[in-house]
């Protein structure tokens, strides 16, 4: 009997008006999604690709000077790897930095050079950028927006419309239970917005697979069928809530105007005010505190050094000592404060992404990126892996310099370190990777919560459904 | 009669479930927002005038004209709550130096906080108004006559001695007026908000202003209103009606502005920033030509252009070459806070120098800007007039600019900052000049006696006049009803035509 019903709905479905509009309308989004990842796409590798290549450029430079040049150098900048799914989700990157400055000279003087440091460059905002404001053209827009309106155009008046037309009356009059019709209306309506889905999902998919320079590997194949699925997990959370709506209210229009209010309030307006108010809350460090503190680190551990420097002479292992102390000190000093801010930002981000959480949108928009290899999420993850190999890269300087007989093994200072080239070949290189399973532990909660949601919605639609008056 | 049927409409708008329901959720949103926008804008006021005082203490305790940093500051618009636009986004400090003419493209940008909360974008008052309050007016009109006509209340209206224009006249109007009243109750929520915080001081012209947007807001609602008596006239069942309006909806709100930006990239051409970079580059390496020939040419034996000065101090040079704002400049100098007894002799030659500097430096700057601005203008403005005109195409786009030049948050109401800038920078140029600043002892040297920085040119800015804003606004704003005229029109001729 579910099939019936299901069936119905179908046929009732495909011949409306509403169904041709959608499908056009998926079709297009789509069409242009693929057309921006084509043009966009080679260019974030073409960057990633020249960024990787000063790297290691810089690596061998400074190994075929000495290790202390390794040392004091560091590894350079660090860049994050474009996910060959952005498409799906776009994730803010723009707004995102897309790598970490693994050292720059801060100071010089005399024989002392500062020692590098990470540092994590705030995206400077692109203050040249007249554009009007726009959200970019992603999976995340399509589902989260386009499709979750779509899902409530189709069942507004699922039930509503029925009893208006009487055809509810008639339809329950057979001998079917009530939970049966609502599935099969539900799963009705969800074949019916799957297959345009499907279909311009398809033609993205064809588009961005005949380019040449845009190449999915199987594990990407793999992420894009969980993203579908998601998809597809929202979509009954919309045409859940549109049945339980109109199963309540008596007039398919007053249904639809409740709906996109709903709509409107959850998925337009209350991520970014949620947003906003929360992460008002709490206060990091600003850039001018940032600089006025990292400054004053600087003149106290100087003003403390320098009475002592001086005073040694030239040459002598004290002063050697002292010096590799000091720049050995500055450089944690840094490294702590920069590690400081950045948690003090990353601490108010995670606040604001959990609260936000309230609308489904974001669930679906969080979900994407994390399977999409974008985002927040994403970037945190990146910077794990930066971290990780900052400590490789330090724990080689630091067995190298062991190694090395003639070496005085005081860190931080030219005399005291090996002064011997390295070979390029043993240097740890910089390797952003993504990993599957990190990713669906990110994922889980919001996975539950979605499924939570859907699980919510439809037992109240069903609730709502048994108990109404034909 | 005429009279009769708007009251009658008028009733059975206002008497809705819809009606009810849509004003609370604007209200509600409206409030919400307001409050985010309002503390928004006083965290950028805050951090305004910390840096107003921070650069007013910098520049007192300057002692040389030469290692002069004036920094003006970007005021925050207080009508940025209505439609925010580049007011947030653009840079809110630029330098004026004598060495460049100052540019939208060379500002900075002062207080900038977390950089990962930008991934939010912020909701104005005229974003809500763009997505619900069209959705509003929508909903009204959908069953406007194609509801008439099913329940057959059309065919018993016209049987009365009523024209068809007087029946459509009669439902706008109506229609409207219940529409109005949110709309007017979210600007008055507003603006009781905004009077009661502390911070905002609204002036008699910039509720003129908000008169303004008011106005264009009305004009869009009724653009949607007449949209979707359109599909109503034209489409026989109510059910298909609404599925069409809110489809239109669906396009011409969230779809069709998002999408068309995506697909079409509106690039300049590819060597507008080489060429004009390079131009700039040969203009500044003729003035280091004549400069090496100056100090070749000049009374002192050796072509050095510190001229053997000595003291308490040091000697700077350097440049800058910002290839995409097309920045490029050289200088060198020094500052001495004292001056050694023995090179006394050799300062009226330095002055010498600088005074010949200070003429071709700022001659080169002129000559720099001639090339810059037409390129700038290529490079970045050009592209984003394309883009707000492809956004035009849905009355979304016409909406938000026309609002936007309404508030003094466009490109335009910024670049009265910046011509402002321009301004000031040419009275400072005009000033040294006048007062021979470049060949005075305080241009590279602090000891004898201090600059008195209250003599310098005090810098103001003002935003435009409303009657500047109101013709800004006026292109768009003329579309917007000229849009709602051909509608109207249209609604007219299909109803006349239909059977009932």
């Given at each position: 009997?579910?099939?019936?019903?299901?069936?119905?709905?179908?046929?009732?479905?495909?011949?409306?008006?509403?169904?041709?509009?959608?499908?056009?309308?998926?079709?297009?989004?789509?069409?242009?999604?693929?057309?921006?990842?084509?043009?966009?796409?080679?260019?974030?590798?073409?960057?990633?690709?020249?960024?990787?290549?000063?790297?290691?450029?810089?690596?061998?430079s400074s190994a075929a000077d000495s290790l202390y040049k390794l040392a004091e150098q560091g590894p350079g900048r660090l860049p994050k790897k474009p996910s060959p799914l952005r498409f799906c989700a776009e994730g803010g990157e723009t707004f995102l930095p897309d790598n970490v400055e693994g050292g720059f000279g801060r100071w010089g003087m005399d024989d002392l050079e500062s020692f590098w440091i990470l540092a994590y460059p705030p995206i400077t905002p692109n203050l040249r950028n007249i554009s009007p404001d726009v959200i970019k053209v992603d999976w995340g827009f399509i589902i989260g927006?386009?499709?979750?309106?779509?899902?409530?155009?189709?069942?507004?008046?699922?039930?509503?419309?029925?009893?208006e037309r009487g055809t509810l009356r008639l339809m329950l009059a057979n001998s079917v239970p009530r939970h049966t019709a609502l599935i099969g209306k539900l799963l009705g309506t969800l074949i019916s917005i799957t297959i345009p889905f499907a279909l311009s999902v398809l033609l993205n998919l064809l588009v961005i697979s005949t380019a040449n320079d845009v190449h999915l590997s199987t594990e990407a194949w793999g992420r894009l069928g969980i993203i579908f699925l998601i998809a597809l997990l929202y979509m009954c959370l919309f045409l859940a809530l549109g049945l339980l709506v109109s199963a309540r209210v008596q007039r398919s229009a007053v249904s639809l105007?409740?709906?996109?209010?709903?709509?409107?309030?959850?998925?337009?307006?209350?991520?970014?005010t949620l947003a906003s108010i929360v992460g008002g809350l709490s206060s990091?460090?600003?850039?001018?505190?940032?600089?006025?503190?990292?400054w004053q680190l600087k003149r106290e551990s100087e003003a403390e050094f320098f009475s002592r420097w001086f005073e040694e002479p030239k040459d002598s292992t004290k002063r050697i000592e002292l010096g590799g102390a000091?720049?050995?000190?500055?450089?944690?000093?840094?490294?702590?404060?920069?590690?400081?801010?950045?948690?003090?930002?990353?601490?108010?981000?995670?606040?604001?992404?959990?609260?936000?959480?309230?609308?489904?949108?974001?669930?679906?928009?969080?979900?994407?990126?994390?399977?999409?290899?974008?985002?927040?999420?994403?970037?945190?993850?990146?910077?794990?892996?930066?971290?990780?190999?900052?400590?490789?890269?330090?724990?080689?300087?630091?067995?190298?310099?062991?190694?090395?007989?003639?070496?005085?093994?005081?860190?931080?200072?030219?005399?005291?370190?090996s002064q011997k080239p390295v070979s390029p070949e043993a240097i740890p290189k910089f390797e952003d990777t993504l990993d599957l399973s990190k990713d669906f532990n990110t994922a889980a909660t919001e996975l539950a919560l979605l499924t939570l949601f859907v699980v919510v919605l439809l037992s109240g639609a069903y609730l709502a459904f048994v108990r109404v008056e034909v | 009669m005429l009279i009769t049927l708007i009251r009658r409409e008028l009733l059975d708008n206002l008497m809705?479930?819809?009606?009810?329901?849509?004003?609370?959720?604007?209200?509600?949103?409206?409030?919400?927002?307001?409050?985010?926008?309002?503390?928004?804008?006083?965290?950028?006021?805050?951090?305004?005038?910390?840096?107003?005082?921070?650069?007013?203490?910098?520049?007192?305790?300057?002692?040389?004209?030469?290692?002069?940093?004036?920094?003006?500051?970007?005021?925050?618009?207080?009508?940025?709550?209505?439609?925010?636009?580049?007011?947030?986004?653009?840079?809110?400090?630029?330098?004026?130096?004598?060495?460049?003419?100052?540019?939208?493209?060379?500002?900075?940008?002062?207080?900038?906080?977390?950089?990962?909360?930008?991934?939010?974008?912020?909701?104005?008052?005229?974003?809500?108004?763009?997505?619900?309050?069209?959705?509003?007016?929508?909903?009204?009109?959908?069953?406007?006559?194609?509801?008439?006509?099913?329940?057959?209340?059309?065919?018993?209206?016209?049987?009365?001695?009523?024209?068809?224009?007087?029946?459509?006249?009669?439902?706008?109007?109506?229609?409207?007026?219940?529409?109005?009243?949110?709309?007017?109750?979210?600007?008055?929520?507003?603006?009781?908000?905004?009077?009661?915080?502390?911070?905002?001081?609204?002036?008699?012209?910039?509720?003129?202003?908000?008169?303004?947007?008011?106005?264009?807001?009305?004009?869009?609602?009724?653009?949607?209103?007449?949209?979707?008596?359109?599909?109503?006239?034209?489409?026989?069942?109510?059910?298909?009606a609404l599925m069409l309006s809110m489809f239109v909806w669906g396009f011409?709100?969230?779809?069709?502005?998002?999408?068309?930006?995506?697909?079409?990239?509106?690039?300049?051409?590819?060597?507008?920033?080489?060429?004009?970079?390079?131009?700039?580059?040969?203009?500044?390496?003729?003035?280091?030509?004549?400069?090496?020939?100056?100090?070749?040419?000049?009374?002192?034996?050796?072509?050095?252009?510190?001229?053997?000065?000595?003291?308490?101090?040091?000697?700077?040079w350097g440049g800058r070459d910002d290839s995409p704002s097309l920045l490029y400049y050289n200088y060198s100098g020094f500052h001495f806070e004292e001056l050694l007894e023995e090179s006394e002799p050799q300062v009226p030659h330095a002055q010498n120098y600088h005074r010949f500097l200070g003429l071709q430096i700022t001659n080169t700057s002129d000559r720099t800007w001639i090339?810059?601005?037409?390129?700038?203008?290529?490079?970045?403005?050009?592209?984003?007039?394309?883009?707000?005109?492809?956004?035009?195409?849905?009355?979304?786009?016409?909406?938000?600019?026309?609002?936007?030049?309404?508030?003094?948050?466009?490109?335009?109401?910024?670049?009265?900052?910046?011509?402002?800038?321009?301004?000031?920078?040419?009275?400072?140029?005009?000033?040294?000049?006048?007062?021979?600043?470049?060949?005075?002892?305080?241009?590279?040297?602090?000891?004898?006696?201090?600059?008195?920085?209250?003599?310098l040119p005090q810098f103001s800015f003002q935003r435009s006049d409303i009657s500047i804003n109101a013709k800004r606004a006026f292109p768009d704003l003329f579309l917007l009803l000229m849009i709602n005229l051909v509608l109207f029109a249209a609604i007219f001729l299909v109803f006349v035509k239909s059977e009932v």
């Open positions: 009997m579910i099939w019936h019903i299901t069936k119905r709905e179908l046929y009732d479905n495909l011949n409306s008006l509403r169904f041709a509009l959608t499908t056009v309308l998926l079709l297009g989004l789509m069409l242009t999604n693929a057309v921006m990842h084509l043009r966009e796409h080679p260019k974030q590798l073409q960057n990633y690709r020249d960024t990787v290549v000063r790297h290691e450029n810089r690596l061998e927006y386009v499709l979750s309106l779509v899902a409530l155009l189709f069942t507004f008046d699922a039930i509503s419309g029925e009893r105007v409740i709906l996109l209010l709903v709509w409107v309030v959850f998925v337009v307006s209350m991520p970014n990091p460090m600003s850039s001018d505190e940032f600089y006025e503190r990292s000091y720049v050995a000190k500055d450089a944690e000093a840094q490294q702590r404060l920069h590690e400081e801010l950045l948690k003090q930002q990353i601490s108010q981000m995670s606040r604001v992404r959990a609260v936000i959480r309230i609308s489904p949108v974001t669930i679906v928009q969080h979900l994407l990126e994390s399977f999409a290899g974008t985002g927040f999420e994403r970037h945190l993850q990146f910077l794990e892996n930066v971290q990780s190999y900052a400590q490789q890269y330090r724990t080689f300087i630091a067995d190298t310099d062991q190694a090395d007989p003639e070496s005085l093994h005081i860190y931080g200072i030219r005399k005291g370190m | 809705t479930f819809r009606f009810t329901a849509a004003v609370f959720i604007m209200l509600l949103l409206v409030v919400a927002n307001t409050f985010v926008l309002i503390r928004d804008y006083e965290r950028r006021l805050t951090s305004y005038n910390t840096a107003v005082e921070k650069h007013r203490q910098e520049l007192l305790e300057t002692k040389t004209y030469s290692s002069v940093d004036l920094i003006l500051d970007r005021p925050p618009n207080p009508l940025s709550i209505f439609n925010l636009g580049l007011d947030k986004r653009l840079g809110n400090t630029l330098g004026v130096y004598y060495l460049y003419i100052p540019s939208l493209w060379d500002a900075g940008k002062h207080g900038t906080n977390n950089t990962y909360l930008n991934l939010f974008s912020s909701i104005d008052i005229v974003f809500i108004f763009e997505g619900v309050l069209s959705l509003l007016a929508l909903v009204f009109a959908y069953d406007a006559l194609a509801g008439e006509r099913e329940r057959g209340t059309l065919r018993l209206v016209l049987t009365h001695s009523v024209s068809r224009g007087q029946i459509l006249f009669a439902k706008y109007i109506s229609a409207m007026t219940c529409l109005l009243i949110p709309l007017l109750m979210c600007f008055l929520l507003v603006l009781i908000m905004l009077t009661t915080s502390t911070s905002i001081f609204l002036r008699t012209d910039d509720f003129l202003r908000i008169g303004g947007v008011i106005f264009t807001s009305f004009a869009y609602l009724s653009l949607f209103y007449l949209i979707g008596m359109l599909i109503s006239a034209a489409i026989r069942r109510t059910s298909t011409l709100v969230l779809v069709y502005p998002n999408m068309i930006l995506t697909a079409i990239e509106t690039a300049p051409q590819a060597d507008t920033e080489t060429v004009a970079h390079n131009q700039i580059k040969q203009i500044w390496d003729e003035f280091d030509r004549e400069r090496m020939q100056f100090l070749a040419n000049d009374p002192v034996p050796e072509d050095d252009w510190d001229f053997g000065l000595w003291g308490k101090g040091y000697s700077f090339v810059r601005k037409p390129a700038l203008e290529a490079l970045y403005v050009q592209p984003a007039k394309m883009e707000r005109m492809l956004l035009k195409f849905s009355p979304v786009g016409l909406y938000d600019s026309a609002t936007e030049a309404w508030t003094g948050t466009d490109l335009n109401g910024l670049q009265d900052f910046f011509t402002a800038g321009q301004r000031y920078h040419q009275a400072i140029v005009d000033f040294f000049h006048d007062k021979k600043v470049f060949e005075s002892r305080q241009w590279f040297t602090g000891d004898k006696r201090g600059v008195d920085w209250n003599i």
